[in-house]
DNA sequence: ATAATAATGATTTTCATTTTCAATTGCAAG
DNA sequence: CTTGCAATTGAAAATGAAAATCATTATTAT
């Protein structure tokens, strides 16, 4: 899903939940949409400011609690302290493995272990519906 | 290891870092080794001042990065913006499904999935020290 | 016993959110 | 096009968990 389509993903949802459409808003979605990273409401501020100053860090922090809501953005804390949001993305569901030295991010995906996950959970007699696995560890520029 | 080794452990954890030992730590260790639940510092402190009222919340709080630091207990966010802190367990590294419905928690461990992560950060380049893997779904009691 | 240093506990500070509130804006009905 | 109501905004204040500060107390090696 590319970044128009998720625009009118957000508007269908907006219209749904009776909210009504704002410039900020559509600006910091779209500002959102645009990014491929892990990015902190800080930097996103940061960002969306260079083009509209005049934008707070509140709003910011509203419409990521949106898109988060309606399934746009994905909420990860990956132990530094902050909420970071990543894209719905493309294909779907992935894992990070985190440097614990640098913070790089990199993304893997196994179906595997997925696969086995299932496994352990019905041994279990649990039924899952999401999951969340995180590796620490050191990238390679870290050694 | 029950509470008792783990006592020792401490013991020579502090020893070797050239630490006091004091009786407000050991009693707070103590109280911590006899839990089994993913216990958060404020349910700590409060247990810990059923006996000993004298206890700050700091010296809970420093005790329990300590515990932590020397690998006892292992430090957890399930998301409830609280950490919780865990025994070591018994039996080595575990994962923790979690009931979306209930909040019950179950443990489980599968070698062959922390292979596959191994294998999947290798191909990234990465050198993985930790992990954190949960299941989020629905437990036997709530379908 | 003494000196050096770690620990304690109350308090303060930090920092990432989360909420408040007055002013503004969007939108639907008339 | 106006009007009124409800949602939105942005600045600022509040919150809350974690971390740091600091004067006092306790521990340990000598």
């Known amino acids: 899903m590319d970044a128009v389509n998720k625009m009118e993903v957000l508007k269908s949802y907006i219209e749904t939940k009776g909210l009504k459409s704002t410039a900020q808003r559509d600006f910091i979605a779209d500002t959102f949409f645009k990014t491929n990273?892990?990015?902190?409401?800080?930097?996103?501020?940061?960002?969306?400011?260079?083009?509209?100053?005049?934008?707070?860090?509140?709003?910011?922090?509203?419409?990521?609690k949106l898109l988060t809501?309606?399934?746009?953005?994905?909420?990860?804390?990956?132990?530094d302290g902050q909420t970071r949001y990543e894209n719905l993305p493309e294909d779907g569901?992935?894992?990070?493995i985190i440097c614990i030295k640098c913070s790089k991010i990199a993304?893997?995906?196994?179906?595997?272990?997925?696969?086995?996950?299932?496994?352990?959970a019905k041994k279990l007699g649990f039924t899952v519906v999401n999951h969340?696995?995180?590796?620490?560890?050191?990238c390679p520029d870290c050694v």
Chains 1, 2 share one sequence.
């Open 107 to 120: 993304e893997f995906h196994n179906q595997k272990i997925e696969q086995l996950q299932m496994e352990a």
């Open 93 to 96: 569901h992935h894992d990070h």
């Open 132 to 138: 969340k696995l995180e590796l620490y560890g050191y």
């Open 69 to 79: 809501e309606s399934g746009l953005a994905i909420a990860r804390q990956f132990g």
């Open 37 to 64: 990273t892990h990015i902190s409401l800080d930097e996103l501020l940061k960002k969306v400011k260079r083009k509209t100053p005049g934008i707070g860090y509140a709003t910011v922090y509203r419409t990521m």
